[in-house]
């Protein structure tokens, strides 16, 4: 009798390559897993961004009678209220393209170092585009809105 002890070199080469192609899913798997994480989370900082500078621009809105929204560059935006008091917004992964317009006013998009005056107005109009032409994943994000008064412009400081 012959002694078949270990394995034959087809045995060998088949389950290499069976291991093969099970890590290159497992790989292939776990990289696009890590590629949507990324995404997500570019689009969370986006969005959580957004939401804070539409909580501060209604909160000046709502306490302000005037104030000036100026562009400084693609990301940053100051809003002034008096010579002492301002905000300043500076947004996070991409290009923050806003066209804004006060009251019946057409929207005017704001280029750096333009600013458009806000001046005893009930409503104002956003359109907000957020783009990232460095990131190819990066789904362009799009936000419009109206800041609206809660007491008339009269009745402000």
Known sequence: MKDERGITLVELLATLTLMFIVGSVVFSVTLSTINHYQQSEIESQVQSDLNRFIA???DIHQTHKQYDLTRIDSS?????????QSYTFDGHGGIYDIAA???ERSLT???AGDTISVD???DL???IEVTDP????????TLTTTIT????????D
């Open 109 to 111: 998009n704001l280029a």
């Open 125 to 127: 109009r956003l359109l």
């Open 76 to 84: 940053t935006y100051v809003v002034r209220m008096s010579e002492d």
């Open 56 to 58: 501060h621009l209604t």
């Open 101 to 103: 317009g006060a009251g």
């Open 134 to 141: 460095s990131n190819k994943r990066f789904k362009p994000v």
């Open 120 to 122: 005893h107005v009930d």
């Open 149 to 156: 008064q809660i007491i008339g412009s009269k009745e402000r």
